[in-house]
């Protein structure tokens, strides 16, 4: 089985603040990677996919990278908006499972 | 627009089998491309993916709940439904329906509000 984790497990930071997130695989996915936005009691909404190309819709202050092992979710300038729990989600298993990554929880400073 | 709603008992009593129904609307379940999936968070936790089904009735189980599960599909009435076997106080979550898109990357694009179900005697 893939093992996703994810770091860190929460940060806070103030608006404007740029955040970085990272996710690690426990063996290579290529780029079999994407990244989604979790709001209180409400469903994920993908922001990334392909490891690095942004969801249609979704602002481009939000940027992924990343191949293989270790990915990276990057918001360049926090907005109040973002305050949420953002998870990885692999799909590279074969057969074709999924492993969503713990979380990531930003908050506010 | 499509739309998932996931319908079943809020409580399960321990040692019981827990069981929900997703039901489509504004889309065919018949229709390739998706996996229709089910996953689950447990409060105040991240997402455990459960397992989902393809169209045709073929299925593939997260290997850490496979022995528990059971997904099917009624394309009559454009449902699928979950099983889950055996059920302690750490199967109490949120459970959802989604929506996978093949074709775009493995997209889960559409979700259900989730439903809560408790497991307790």
């Known amino acids: 089985d893939i093992q996703m984790t994810q770091s860190p497990s929460s940060l806070s930071a103030s608006v404007g603040d740029r955040v970085t997130i990272t996710c690690r695989a426990s063996?290579?996915?290529?780029?079999?990677l994407g990244w989604y936005q979790q709001k209180p009691g409400k469903a994920p909404k993908r922001l990334i996919y392909?490891?690095?190309s942004l969801q249609s819709g979704v602002p481009s202050r939000f940027s992924g990278s990343g191949s293989g092992t270790e990915f990276t979710l990057t918001i360049s300038s926090l907005q109040p908006e973002d305050f949420a729990t953002y998870y990885c989600?692999?799909?590279?298993?074969?057969?074709?499972?999924?492993?969503f990554g713990p979380g990531t929880k930003v908050d506010i400073k | 627009q499509v739309q998932l709603q996931e319908s079943g008992p809020g409580l399960v009593k321990p040692s019981q089998t827990l069981s929900l129904t997703c039901t489509v609307s504004?889309?065919?379940?018949?229709?390739?491309?998706?996996?229709w999936s089910w996953i689950r968070q447990h409060p105040g936790k991240g997402l455990e993916w459960i397992g989902y089904?393809?169209?045709?009735?073929?299925?593939y189980y997260n290997p850490s709940l496979k022995s528990r599960v059971t997904i099917s599909v009624d394309t009559s009435k454009n449902q699928f439904s979950l099983k889950l076997s055996s059920v302690t106080a750490a199967d109490t979550a949120v459970y959802y329906c989604?929506?996978?898109?093949?074709?775009?990357?493995?997209?889960?694009?559409?979700w259900g509000q989730g439903t809560l179900v408790t497991v307790s005697s």
């Open positions: 989604a929506r996978v898109d093949i074709l775009t990357g493995y997209y889960w694009d559409y």
């Open positions: 504004g889309g065919s379940i018949s229709s390739g491309g998706y996996y």
């Open positions: 089904i393809y169209y045709s009735g073929s299925t």
């Open positions: 063996q290579g996915i290529r780029n079999d």
């Open positions: 392909a490891a690095s």
């Open positions: 989600l692999q799909h590279n298993s074969y057969p074709r499972g999924f492993t």
